[in-house]
């Protein structure tokens, strides 16, 4: 009944006050007005205050301000305001404050995201212990602005005070099974910020191709990429994406897979992965890596430490799932070496490589993020490791697998039910929004290893033809739940505001598929 009553509640303010319905994700707490002030585009502007730690210059906030004002306004011209005999105060500039500078750093898993904004009658104000939070409270203040028929901008006498439920708020991008152009890349980050989202999981190589243009192994995307003048990801193109992000307050977690998922890694390093064996003699097809070479480790340690300096985030996604055993079974010279190490199990090999690699990461002071494989076959690893559940029923349940994770000692990323890749006719995405990520049985101290989650958009049916309409507003429902109160449920008013945010994102440029019957006053159309 709380729940229910909650609803209620919800759905009354956004009857009473239109613009705050468009908040999405919702914050956590809101007070709005009908009483609501005049934006005149040619006379506003965004402005630091006078004892903001960040001052003119810092340019994550100044690129956001002219980021922001473009979206709110476009370019002009605009008509004049139309007042419907109404007499209506103006507010021309919204004052942002900082408590912390840390204007050229990148932002971190431990970043804070909170702000609080307040449009009255005395102020415009939106302050943030970081630039990072008051990037969100730009988010949220360009949703509450609406036009009138004629035109006029407004904005509600509103305050509110917010911050994330949780500090991983991922979306996977696949750009090995099809590649994605950087302009779809930079175009999806966007569109994260629109949503809150604070994690680009970067899954840049997989079997079928390499993209990632290595300046230390030229021949991996020379040889292992689609082609390797259209189809690769230059140092340059990493940088901007890289940038483009921080600018964002998106982090950049690059994962490369191993020892499964690279057979586009073997035509460019000759030697790197398993020959497999037909009876006596080699087949010709290769598997894994293979984990019984010095050569692999020389090659790994290079390799990694070329990306250690090029990807600044603390973390780096070392894979480790859904490595088949077949090929190493096969092969002579692994079984001779299986034999002299003791093991019976090749789930002890596998754990023998990621072990010696997760020792190389750590040595280049980074921390990991691996798939649930790796916790499942009970490979040793660093107590400050973080496991993301993919699986969505084997070897056990979703939930259950974040609570033997927790149990464990072990961060916990959830993904399992946030496969944007997996599509069906109707609004699947109230699927996605109704999973309660803590729904396991724990301990205070087990949940809030639970930092988070992922929607995963996996390439195999998915490029740049189809990826923004699967992506949005479904990715949103995830946005949500992973930003939003525990409390914030209601299905009827979330469909209300994602109806609403879908439009913003049309009127942003961005083929958001509908959710339900409907219209919006602004269609999208191809520029």
């Known amino acids: 009944m709380a729940g229910s009553a909650l609803g209620l509640r919800l759905l009354l303010l956004a009857a009473l006050c239109g613009a705050a319905a468009a908040l999405w994700p919702w914050p956590r707490w809101v007070r709005t007005s009908p009483r609501h002030y005049l934006l005149r585009p040619a006379a506003f502007a965004f402005r630091h205050h006078s004892g903001s730690a960040a001052q003119p210059g810092c340019d994550v906030l100044d690129a956001a301000f002219a980021r922001y004002r473009r979206l709110l306004f476009g370019a002009g011209p605009w008509p004049p305001p139309s007042f419907s005999g109404q007499r209506h105060v103006s507010k021309d500039v919204l004052v942002v404050s900082v408590v912390t500078e840390g204007c050229n750093e990148f932002p971190m898993l431990e970043s804070l995201e909170n702000y609080t904004l307040t449009i009255d ?26 036009t009138s028929a004629e035109g006029t901008f407004f904005i509600n006498k509103t305050s509110i005070e917010d911050f994330p439920r949780f500090p991983h708020r991922g979306l996977l991008l696949d750009t090995s099974r099809h590649y994605l152009p950087l302009s779809s890349i930079l175009d999806t980050l966007d569109v994260m910020a629109y949503n809150k989202l604070n994690v680009f999981h970067w899954h840049l190589v997989d079997d079928p191709a390499f993209p990632y243009d290595s300046v230390t192994f030229p021949e991996l995307a020379r040889k292992g990429s689609y082609n390797p003048v259209t189809h690769i990801y230059t140092a340059q193109d990493v940088k901007e994406v890289i940038e483009y992000a921080r600018l964002r307050g998106i982090r950049v977690l690059a994962e490369f897979d191993t020892p ?66 077949t090929c190493w079974m096969s092969n002579p010279n692994i079984q001779a070496f299986m034999k002299k190490r003791g093991f019976d199990d090749f789930r002890q090999l596998e754990s023998f490589y990621i072990q010696m690699l997760l ?24 107590p400050d490791t973080i496991v993301q559940v993919w699986r969505d029923k084997k070897p056990v349940t979703y939930m259950e697998e974040v609570r033997l994770v927790t149990k464990a000692g072990f961060r916990a990323l959830l993904s399992a039910p946030w496969y944007l890749n997996h599509i069906t006719y109707g609004p699947d995405w109230k699927d996605m929004y109704k999973v309660e990520p803590l729904d396991f049985e724990g301990s205070p101290e087990e949940k809030a290893l639970v930092i988070g989650g992922e929607a995963c958009m996996w390439g195999e049916w998915v490029d740049s033809t189809n990826l923004v309409p699967r992506l949005w507003p479904r990715g949103g429902a995830v946005a949500e739940r992973l930003w939003s109160s525990n409390q914030t449920t209601n299905l009827d008013f979330a469909e209300t505001r994602l109806s609403h945010f879908r439009c913003k994102l049309l009127r942003r440029g961005v083929q958001a598929e509908p959710i339900s019957v409907g219209f919006c006053e602004q269609e999208f159309e191809e520029t």
């Not at 890596?289 to 603390?314: A, G, Q, R, W």
């Open 121 to 146: 009658d005395d102020q415009c104000l939106l302050t943030a212990d970081t630039i990072w939070g008051a990037l969100r409270g730009l988010e949220t203040f360009s949703q509450l602005v609406w």
């Open 359 to 382: 020792d190389i990461v750590s040595a280049y002071d980074k921390g990991y993020v691996v798939w649930q494989e790796v916790f499942d076959n009970k490979v040793k690893v660093r």
């Open 260 to 325: 499964g998922h690279t057979l586009s890694w073997g035509p460019g390093i000759p030697g790197l992965l398993t020959p497999c064996y037909s009876g006596s003699q080699p087949s010709g097809d290769f598997g894994p890596v293979n984990p019984i070479l010095n050569s692999t480790y020389e090659f790994m340690s290079s390799f990694f430490l070329e990306i250690s300096s090029v990807f600044p985030d603390f973390y780096l996604h070392l894979g480790g799932d859904e490595v088949d055993f």
